[in-house]
């Protein structure tokens, strides 16, 4: 089991509802950069599954939407990164709700 940052999975997170088994350490909860970087062990098999809680860092949210928008407008062939980065940052500035959930509608075709 892996995460992006453990102090907000099992505050906000998915983890949360298993605090009490991380805090024990009876259930081991890996951050995933600790996994990348060989520091922490992370599946020893195929056979093996993974369980992520993506809780959402807002620099990693803001650079995926940034990524998705000049994704979007490349295809579309309608922008340029430029205007990809001008449309990013005018979005962010005006939501006013979590950026997860905002990701979701960037997602949308």
Request: charged letters at 25%; hydrophobic letters at 40%; a positive charge.
């Amino acid at each position: 089991m892996s995460c992006d940052l453990l102090s907000q999975s099992v505050r906000i997170g998915d983890f949360q509802h298993a605090r009490v088994a991380i805090e024990a350490g009876t259930l081991k909860v890996r951050q995933i950069g600790e996994v990348i970087e060989e520091r922490a062990p992370g599946r020893r098999s195929d056979e093996e599954i993974t369980v992520f809680d993506n809780s959402g860092i807002s620099l990693q949210d803001l650079y995926v939407a940034d990524a998705l928008i000049r994704e979007k407008a490349r295809r579309s062939a309608r922008g340029s990164a430029g205007t990809a980065r001008a449309r990013t940052a005018a979005w962010v500035q005006a939501m006013a709700c979590p950026m997860h959930t905002a990701m979701r509608s960037v997602q949308r075709p």
